[in-house]
T-cell receptor, first 109, second 115 residues
């Protein structure tokens, strides 16, 4: 089945850019998602990209997709302390989503 | 009001007890899902349902059962709870159109502790 891998932790300073990386194994995944989880809350859909796209930009968020390498990244520009959270990458399979283990982003002032 | 509501938000119980976690949604979505989240393991799918008459096992269904009482309601049961079922449980919903390409929308979770 699908396997989705992410680095577990990223620490940046406020105002810097953050880049969270994700790799997946199933080349037939049609949609790839990024979710954000703040402490004590559920997962909030941040953005997603269709597999026929290379890039998607949404305000401070930029998603890059390299289909050949099955690599997905989420860039957060001008990172703020409120961006501190766990970020999950997810790949859409035939019936369900497969989630990575999540990357904890810590933003320091 | 939340679109996906889980009850209870927190529950502490003892080994061997029967537990039911409930999920209701106002989004009008056909598809509903139950996940558990454990530190360092991410989210793992327990069961999912594409409509009222459809129930499917996920990655880790052993020890769990579900009931889809209506389009808007999907409950998860632990028939005889054990300590390694201590986790954060999430319900999610999505629209139903062909393959599972639609985004899933999550409730705020139920924190379950089994002593």
């Amino acid at each position: 089945g699908e396997d989705v891998e992410q680095s577990l932790f990223l620490s940046v300073r406020e105002g810097d850019s953050s880049v969270i990386n994700c790799t997946y194994t199933d080349s037939s995944s049609t949609y790839l998602y990024w979710y954000k989880q703040e402490p004590g809350a559920g997962l909030q859909l941040l953005t997603y990209i269709f597999s026929n796209m290379d890039m998607k930009q949404d305000q401070r968020l930029t998603v890059l997709l390299n289909k050949k390498d099955k690599h997905l990244s989420l860039r957060i520009a001008d990172t703020q302390t409120g961006d501190s959270a766990i970020y999950f990458c997810a790949a859409a399979g035939y019936s369900t989503l497969t989630f990575g283990k999540g990357t904890m982003l810590l933003v320091s002032p | 009001d939340a679109d996906v509501t889980q009850t209870p938000r927190n529950r502490i119980t003892k080994t061997g007890k029967r537990i039911m976690l409930e999920c209701s949604q106002t989004k009008g979505h056909d598809r509903m899902y139950w996940y558990r989240q454990d530190p360092g393991l991410g989210l793992r799918l327990i069961y999912y349902s594409f409509d009222v008459k459809d129930i499917n096992k996920g990655e880790i269904s052993d020890g769990y059962s579900v009931s889809r009482q209506a389009q808007a309601k999907f409950s998860l049961s632990l028939e005889s709870a054990i300590p390694n079922q201590t986790a954060l449980y999430f319900c999610a919903t999505s629209e139903g159109q062909g393959h599972s390409n639609q985004p899933q929308h999550f409730g705020d979770g139920t924190r379950l502790s089994i002593l």
